[in-house]
């Protein structure tokens, strides 16, 4: 599966839009690229996904550039229940062995300020 | 229940004694993933089912660690001899196909601690 690379850590205030980038320089055609993020004490929590297209949900939008080389999750509006680890991670199309597992990096830790 | 339920949510084992974690994946859900979590670290993958089919255990650390899904819904992940590194999260996750269109949902896990 490709590598993913993102900061260790990032802050945002309450109130404000946070965007997290991803770098993922390696990735292939059949790969999709997902977001999830975990809270303290709770498994990871799915946000977002998608594959060339730009894509928005009730909980972030995920912009894709158009090589698909990088991305950038965005909270619009930040709140203190959004601090957590964020993970960005490709993921393989089914097929061959990896039957879509995630393999999950070390992730940014989203720090939300009053 | 809506969601992926794992029990019991903490679990306390002195060395050498075996230890069952139980998974309920969300009802229908094919595929079944379980993980283990470092205090620190990401989620690392340690095997697969589909249905009731383990397709992957690539991940298990040691013969000492067992999975099984025998009717294709609830999982059971079995550690025999526990040792101290085993102290960890451990997370089930189940989709509902297989392939990366669908999402993983997680449980809460369970945090065990080998004394």
């Known amino acids: 599966d490709a590598k993913t690379t993102q900061p260790t850590s990032m802050d945002c205030a309450e109130g404000r839009a946070a965007n997290l980038p991803c770098n993922h320089s390696?990735?292939?055609?059949?790969?999709?690229v997902y977001w999830y993020r975990q809270i303290h004490s709770q498994g990871p929590q799915y946000i977002i996904h998608?594959?060339?297209n730009n894509e928005t949900n009730e909980m972030a939008s995920l912009i894709i550039t158009e090589d698909r080389k990088s991305s950038t999750l965005i909270l619009p509006h930040a709140t203190l229940r959004d601090t957590a680890v964020y993970y960005c991670?490709?993921?393989?199309?089914?097929?061959?062995?990896?039957?879509?597992?995630?393999?999950f990096g070390q992730g940014t830790i989203l720090t939300v300020h009053p | 229940g809506a969601g992926v339920s794992q029990s019991p949510r903490y679990k306390v084992a002195k060395r050498g004694q075996d230890v069952a974690l139980r998974c309920d994946p969300i009802s229908g859900h094919v595929s079944l993933f379980w993980y283990q979590q470092a205090l620190g670290q990401g989620p690392e993958f340690l095997t697969y089912f589909q249905n009731e089919a383990q397709l992957d255990k690539s991940g298990l650390p040691s013969d000492r660690f067992f999975a099984e899904r025998p009717e294709g819904s609830v999982s059971t992940l079995k550690i025999q001899r526990t040792q101290q590194e085993d102290s960890a999260v451990y997370l089930c996750?189940?989709?509902?196909?297989?392939?990366?269109?669908?999402?993983?949902?997680f449980g809460n896990g369970t945090r065990l601690t080998v004394t």
């Open positions: 991670i490709v993921r393989l199309n089914a097929g061959g062995t990896s039957y879509g597992k995630l393999t």
């Open positions: 998608g594959l060339k």
């Open positions: 390696t990735i292939s055609g059949n790969e999709y």
């Open positions: 996750a189940s989709s509902n196909r297989t392939g990366s269109r669908s999402p993983l949902h």
